[in-house]
């Protein structure tokens, strides 16, 4: 199954568990007090079964070819995707906290790690690509080596991202992003007409979407 397709499948599973929401007539109000049309929460997605599965399996399939010792999942909504993987990789794992744990080892990376091994992260979902540089930093300074990061959702919607992840010279692997799902409520007819139009135009202008309803 090629990339385009697994996108397509992928997104549809997230809608279908409300994994993934939209609601242009109650917009979101997200941490940095903007709003938005949309909300992801992948800690759902971990509630049902057989969809993860699909989603994992798509994963540990696109994950294979690369160059793997250790499955890291950043804390804390990549931890239980880096467990599903390892598991079907038959990797180890570890986990990595935003800041070290204030008593004992001072630990920020648990479980247990060989320096100067290839390392892949893990996390649910990539927005501007924030945490990321915080666990890749992690990780290299335990030595690590780490060129690649897996989510299954990535916005994919704002120019800071590719830059954040250039930054830290980190590959994106994702299954889905906000595009595929734009494809597919369009074909499958998710929403109304005007819900799909107003979608639209949030995904290809988020800062212009927020400013006109905060205007409003």
């Not at 397709?5 to 609601?23: E, G, R």
């Not at 990797?91 to 892949?120: D, F, S, T």
């Not at 499958?188 to 979407?209: G, H, Q, R, V």
Request: no cysteine; aromatic share 10%; proline share 4%.
């Amino acid at each position: 199954m090629d990339k385009k397709q697994i996108a397509y499948n992928a997104a549809k599973i997230l809608l279908d568990t409300q994994s993934v929401l939209v609601n242009t007539k109650e917009p979101f109000t997200y941490t940095s007090g903007k709003v938005g049309p949309v909300y992801v929460d992948m800690r759902r997605m971990i509630s049902f079964p057989k969809e993860r599965g699909i989603l994992m399996d798509y994963a540990a399939d696109m994950l294979r070819p690369l160059n793997m010792d250790y499955v890291a999942g950043g804390e804390t909504a990549g931890i239980p995707y880096a467990a599903f993987l390892a598991e079907r990789l038959d990797l180890p794992m570890l986990y990595i906290r935003k800041k070290p744990k204030g008593h004992g080892r001072m630990a920020q990376i648990e479980g247990h790690m060989e320096e100067n091994k290839n390392v892949i992260l893990i996390e649910d979902l990539m927005n501007v690509g924030s945490s990321q540089q915080v666990f890749v930093k992690a990780l290299r300074e335990a030595n690590a080596e780490i060129e690649n990061t897996f989510v299954v959702f990535s916005y994919d919607i704002y120019p800071q991202t590719k830059d954040n992840l250039k930054e830290i010279n980190i590959n994106l692997h994702a299954l889905t992003n906000w595009w595929a799902i734009l494809e597919v409520v369009k074909a499958e007819k998710y929403f109304d007409d005007e819900t799909i139009t107003s979608l639209e135009k949030f995904l290809n202008a988020p800062e212009d979407w927020a400013s006109t309803q905060q205007a409003g």
